[in-house]
């Protein structure tokens, strides 16, 4: 019997983080009996005087929101770092080390609309989302070595606001999972000369049977290695190493690229699809003067839905213990968001 | 200002997977507007007809099952793994990498009775899941390298039949995790001359803060790098590297640790607790004959409530893509366990 990818489990290696995923893609086929999530509320109110996130609300410290009109920041009021605290004693035992983490947590509205999302926004209004995201970065960057933007979007990503919004969490102390792409994406450098992710980009263009969405500056594929069911990565096709390198017109073709992709997960089940999506390129603060030439700026998106609006995948048991698997090919999943239009089910 | 881990953020080292966990303690003072999960249904026959794990039912498959008295084992209807399958290509591609993965699934019913859970049952009964176990184990790790027990419980963890069971997935490949506690315990051993756990679980005696419940051959602690909020560790005084190494002695005394432990779960928010849980302990297959002295077997519980019965921890946007993060101390989860009844609340 010849070895078929949609038919046979394998094992398949994330080149990023150096780990493996488990690719079971017969799975699909087992019914499912367990827990179902409710569907995404559709009858949120354009504005709600009690939504702390809304322009001109009362949060519950006392400030006021401005009556903002396009995008609006400010610091998380249960943040999880504050920048000044005191630092645990250092101690000379392996079991029980400890290390200073000082931060800051901001909160960004995307508009000020509670009832629109990213791919309900017109693409001028994602590029000013951009603007903004840049102007964090160069602002937080100058003093923290991460700046992580991050989405939580959908109340089965524990997002409790369905106000349209991002999170963004700078810290002194580089994170783990940026920490493992530095030195995976250093180690390619080291042995190839090129930047691993400018390579695999443009393998994939070769390819052709991961991409999802492109333009003329930007690729989305559902990545060799993804782990959640229709998770993407958005990769530039210019070696750019963090997102404030960004040209004018790359920025505005990124709104086209985020419109295009969020729209076709707004379809694949026709719901305002949840996920958990966030930036990565090279590190900041003290690392602004490093060779950063291994790092490509990217996009993950980690969406968590697997059948429906309703049935997701649980990443539990043997994932937590063992090993990430995976139900369906990233070749079938990226072959799914291909073909669905670009125009919102909602607009059709 | 003094430090004080349980007001003032801080980092911690986990040296079993080599990374970093925030700890934000002072964040349990936000509210929660997010998402609850459905109460955890309390209405379950002792036996179900309708339902695949239950005595004398027929499966989906057509195969019936005995009317068992104690534990039964059989093949997943739907395994993610398969015994024999085609192998795929080989690629000289550093990022196409794929490689073969054989295995077997295998469910495992605890108790002919679909209405009781572990805390529930007898210490008699839990000794003979122990020893089905160690059975499994050794059948399964004639062959495999890597046999992972593992337990999920509850809806919210995937689970999709409330009869107590837990499932065993057997490959011949190393996953992930237990990978990198081999690398680390090796490395420790190589420098320290002694397993790290075994040092581990001797100071966490000493210092007493982490502990949840003891006897004369387990420790159970909060581990000082816990990411989940009620994670804990089970840990032997005695270096055993493997389950199937326990001691008859042992064996009694894990069934009485595994009651104790799930009944303050129960307790803690008066539910039935979901958790994944599994064992970790020395490879097996190609790997029997290896020296193993490095590892230390033990348990590990994920449980993913934070403040109530419907209010769980969500590992979403930062946590996924930079570095798991807590809202309250390991000791002051440890100590919430510690002082909590060891009768069921739904016996007392
Ligand atoms: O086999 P089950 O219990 O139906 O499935 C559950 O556990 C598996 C192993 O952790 C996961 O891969 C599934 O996502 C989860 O729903
Ligand atoms: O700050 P939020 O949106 O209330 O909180 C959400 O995102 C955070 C960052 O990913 C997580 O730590 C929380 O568990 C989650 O509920």
Redesign the pocket.
């Known amino acids: 019997m010849a070895f078929q990818p949609t038919e046979h489990q394998h094992v398949r290696f994330n080149p990023l983080r150096g780990d493996w995923i488990l690719v079971s893609p017969h799975r699909m086929k087992r019914p499912w009996a367990g827990q179902v999530e409710k569907p995404v509320g559709e009858d949120i109110p354009a504005h709600d005087p009690k939504n702390p996130l809304c322009p001109g609300v009362v949060r519950p410290n006392g400030e006021v929101n401005p009556n903002y009109e396009s995008t609006f920041v400010f610091t ?1 009021d249960f943040p ?1 770092m504050l920048e000044e605290v005191p630092a645990p004693q250092e101690s000379n035992d392996p079991l029980f080390q400890s290390a200073p983490a000082r931060g800051t947590c901001r909160v960004m509205c995307f508009h000020p609309k509670s009832n629109l999302t990213l791919p309900l926004m017109t693409c001028q209004e994602i590029k000013t989302v951009i603007d903004e995201w840049i102007k964090q970065m160069l602002d937080l960057g100058k003093k923290y070595t991460w700046v992580q933007i ?1 989405e ?1 979007k959908g109340a089965v990503m ?3 606001n369905p106000h349209p919004h991002c ?1 963004i969490w700078a810290s002194s102390f580089m994170p783990n999972e940026p920490k493992l792409k530095d030195t995976n994406q250093k180690d390619y450098f080291a042995k190839y000369g090129r930047p691993m992710l400018m390579d695999y980009v443009n393998k994939e263009l070769e390819k052709k049977e991961r991409l999802v969405v492109t333009n003329d500056d930007w690729v989305v594929v559902v990545p060799y290695w993804a782990v959640w069911p229709y998770e993407t990565m958005v990769l530039p096709r210019r070696h750019v190493s963090r997102m404030t390198d960004l040209t004018e017109t790359e920025k505005t073709s990124l709104a086209d690229i985020i419109k295009r992709l969020t729209t076709k997960y707004d379809n694949l089940f026709e719901c305002s699809f949840p996920y ?1 999506m966030g930036w990565h390129g090279a590190p900041t603060g003290p690392c602004l003067q490093d060779d950063v030439q291994h790092w490509v700026f990217h996009g993950c998106y980690y969406p968590p839905l697997l059948r429906s609006a309703t049935v997701k995948k649980f990443m539990v048991g043997y994932e937590m213990l063992a090993q990430a698997q995976r139900d369906l090919t990233a070749e079938q999943a990226a072959e799914k968001l291909r073909v669905l239009p670009e125009v919102h089910y909602k607009n059709a």
Chains 1, 2 share one sequence.
């Open positions: 998380n999880a991050f939580n524990g997002c409790s999170q958990s």
